[in-house]
Each structure stands twice: as C-alpha cells, then as structure tokens.
C-alpha cells in the first residue's frame, strides 16, 4: 500500500521543514508549498490524503484555500493552523469547512492526534455504522446528506429539533460515519446532573477534593477520550459551568476537581436542545461566546409531521421491533389505522409513535384497527401505555374486559394501576398453572396482548 502524502502550506521554512519532519515519523510523505497558488497547484495535480495550512499566508488566508477546495469538491481533509487563542479564526475555519485546527505553536503530540484523525477520514461517501434514520422523505434525504458532511469533521455540531424527533440518533450517526467512529460515544442529559456534581461528572475528582470523594474518579470528558461527548439538553447548564466548558473547548484541556495540573483532551463535542438557545442568549440565561463555539454547524432534524409517508414507514419499522420482543409475527395496520395515523400531527414526534403503537400492539390482536390507535389525547390524559384507563363506566375494550372509570389523579397513581395489574395477572396464571393460553382466555385478552404486559410488568 503506497503510503499517505501530506500537503503542507505555510510560508515560513521552519514550520515547514518541523511539519515535514513530524509526518515523516509517521511515515507520511511530505509536499511543502509557501502560498495558496502554489498549493492550488498541488491538489490540481494530485490527491493528497491530508492539508496543514497556516492561516496567514502571502497571497491570502487558509481560509480562502479550505473554500476553493469546497467548491471544487476536492474531499481531502484541511487542518487550518492559527495563532494561539484567535478563537474567531477557528471557528471560521471550521464553518468553511475544514477538517480542524491547530494551535501555534505547534503541539507534536497534539499534531500527531489530527494527523491520526485525519487520515481515518471515510472516502467514498459511504456510510458507517450502526445507526440508522429510517424515510424517505426529502427532510430526511437532506438530513442524511448533511450528516455525512459533517461527519467528516471536527466541528462542533449543534442539534436542534423538538423532543422526540432522534436528536440523539442522529449525533450517533455523526459518530459513526466519522474519523472517531472507533473510539467511545458518550451521551450525557446535562439536566439530570445535579448542580453541585456537574463539575466532578464531567471533569472527574482526585481522591479527597471533596467529602466522599474516596478515590480518584474519571469525567465524561476523559471517557470519551479520542472519541465524541454528545451534550444533550445543552441549554440546562448553569451559567458557572458554562464558563468552565467554554475553556475546555478552547484550551482543549481541563482540570479534575482537586488536582493542579491540567490534562490534554480530544474530544469531539456534539450537543442538542429542542429550546431557542439564541432567546436563552438574548435573555442572559446562555452564554453567547459558549453559543457561536458549539454552533460551529447547526443541524436541524425535522419533527415527523414534516416526513409524509415516513410515519407509515416508520410505523411498521416500529411494529415489527415491538413483535419480535415477544416473540410473535408483527400485526399488520388495518385501512383504518392508516389513515388515523397519517392524518394525526404527532406533537411528540417519533416518541409519540412509539407509544402510541406499543399500545396497540397490546390491545389487537393480528390486525391493529382505527380503534387501538389512540391519539390525541387531552393535557391530563392517562399516558398513552396506561392498562385500560378513561374509558367510561360500563364501556369494554376489544378483548371484553370491563374498563372502570379513570379514578380521581393521586401521586404515583401509575405506579399503583400496575402494581395491580401485576398482581392480577400474577394471580390468574398461578391459577391456571401458568397456561398463557388458557390465562389470556380467562381474563379476557389475546395470547399476545398477555405476553407484552408479562414483558412490559416483568413476569417471568
């Protein structure tokens, strides 16, 4: 195999006998220019695996060559090297689209890292991984599209959308289709860490920084290390963290709690919200520096009523996962149920639709009808997946079993509905010898419907 070959622009001899001599060590061939002309040239003439280019440069800027390459379509990776803390530099190179950036002085080990990365860039538009978004609706051909351009980043990407739309799925596809796709994915919902821990959790302790703090414990950070934190529900982090995050991004380095030394870090920060974080910007409640650092690149996933013909898609997708859970062939949308699922907004997106037709799938038997398709309910209904409840007094469900009237709401009111299911399905099985067939007959439901509240309630 013919080794890689860098290109290497910079006016000055120094940097560019250093670079030169670093990727040589990593068995890189080296091609050096002094201006933008002549590294044009260059990629006119051959491929190159990677480009390092200084920012300031006779003739123009790196930034002028990462954008001459874009409309040229020319997909080799661009490592922009700035001056030391020019923010503004990065982060306008990175939304021109290169690959990542550099600090002067030059770090080795730090360049070693980016050339490591960069060479493991896919070619070939195609993509990795596990992750899937499934449709085929143009929203999300675009999106798929976009993702893989991002992916061959180093950017910040900020994921937006409502909730339940897969703000999470896609940052793992991100993930995947990326130059880190070996290396960890770590997801962290910044607002269920308490505040007083968020800086532990996310930067790690030394034994005794603090009461309880009985040995030395790794953040997120560290465990994502070569690899990408995805910062979910960015928006709840307090202000003091915010600062605190800001400088890891920059710095690339941080400081576990009660220690004094700082430690490198590479890792890649996606993030989402489904809030306006410009409001929370002109509000006050977010930092507007930390607002243009991770949203380098902003992503939008569309909610589901935008997709078309996705929900049915995604709705036999959805089925026929639920089905094999349990074992059974998956139950097929009857004309009907179609056509009510079409017709419904899905306010809480994909999510909604999970819900809505894990509960179906409980209550029909072969054929899921317009009837198990329970949606839209009113602010204050049962949650969708509750056994039974809200139907008038006296009123049966489709195996025939009487449904009671939804009793006045009590704390933890879910939690007692199925305690008692469990003890009453508990009950009839012991009853009948643990026969499901004859069990479901007794109380009224299809063999199916019983095994997906065993699952669902833990019965073994």
Not at 338 to 358: D, M, T
Request: net charge neutral; charged share 25%.
């Amino acid at each position: 195999m013919a080794k890689p070959i860098a290109l290497v622009v910079d006016d000055e001899p120094d940097i560019r006998e250093l670079l030169g001599i670093t990727l040589e060590r990593m068995d890189i061939d080296a091609c050096a220019c002094a201006d933008i002309a002549a590294a044009k040239a260059q990629l006119l003439r051959r491929e190159f695996q990677l480009c390092l280019t200084d920012m300031r440069l006779p003739d123009g800027d790196g930034i002028d060559l990462v954008e001459w390459m874009q409309l040229r379509g020319i997909a080799t990776p661009v490592a922009v090297i700035t001056a030391h803390g020019n923010v503004e530099s990065a982060v306008r190179a990175l939304k021109a689209g290169a690959f990542d950036f550099i600090s002067k002085p030059v770090d080795i080990k730090v360049l070693r890292k980016l050339v490591g990365s960069a060479l493991k860039v896919p070619h070939g538009g195609t993509a990795g991984g596990k992750a899937r978004l499934l449709g085929d609706s143009p929203a999300i051909e675009q999106l798929r599209a976009t993702i893989a351009k991002v992916a061959r980043s180093q950017a910040p990407v900020h994921i937006t959308g409502e909730s339940g739309t897969g703000k999470e799925l896609v940052a793992r596809m991100i993930h995947e289709q990326g130059s880190r796709a070996e290396a960890p994915f770590v997801p962290v919902n910044c607002g269920a860490i308490p505040g007083e821990l968020m800086e532990s959790e996310f930067f790690g302790h030394r034994k005794g920084a603090f009461t309880g703090a009985v040995s030395d414990k790794e953040g997120l950070f560290q465990s994502a290390e070569g690899g990408t934190l995805f910062m979910d529900e960015i928006a709840d982090l307090p202000l003091p963290m915010q600062v605190k995050l800001l400088r890891v991004i920059q710095e690339k380095s941080l400081r576990p709690v009660g220690q004094t030394a700082e430690v490198p870090v590479d890792v890649r920060i996606l993030s989402a919200t489904h809030k306006d974080l410009r409001a929370l910007v002109a509000s006050g409640h977010f930092r507007e520096d930390l607002y243009y650092r991770i949203n380098v690149i902003e992503l939008r996933v569309p909610p589901l009523r935008e997709r078309g013909d996705d929900i049915l898609l995604l709705s036999r997708h959805i089925l026929a996962r639920l089905a094999a859970g349990m074992g059974l062939p998956a139950p097929e949308l009857s004309a009907g149920a179609r056509a009510r699922l079409a017709s419904y907004n899905f306010p809480g997106n994909v999510r909604e639709l999970e819900n809505i037709l894990e509960r179906a799938i409980a209550l029909s038997g072969d054929e899921i009808a317009a009837e198990d398709i329970h949606i839209g309910a009113p602010v204050g209904a049962p949650p969708v997946g509750a056994p039974f409840v809200g139907a008038p007094s006296g009123a049966t469900n489709r195996q025939g079993i009487a449904a009671e009237a939804a009793p006045t709401a009590a704390p933890n009111l879910g939690d007692r509905l199925e305690l008692l299911e469990r003890e009453t399905i508990v009950r009839a099985l012991e009853e009948n010898r643990y026969n499901k067939t004859v069990t479901a007959k007794k109380l009224g439901l299809t063999l199916r419907a019983l095994r997906y509240r065993m699952q669902k309630l833990g019965i073994d």
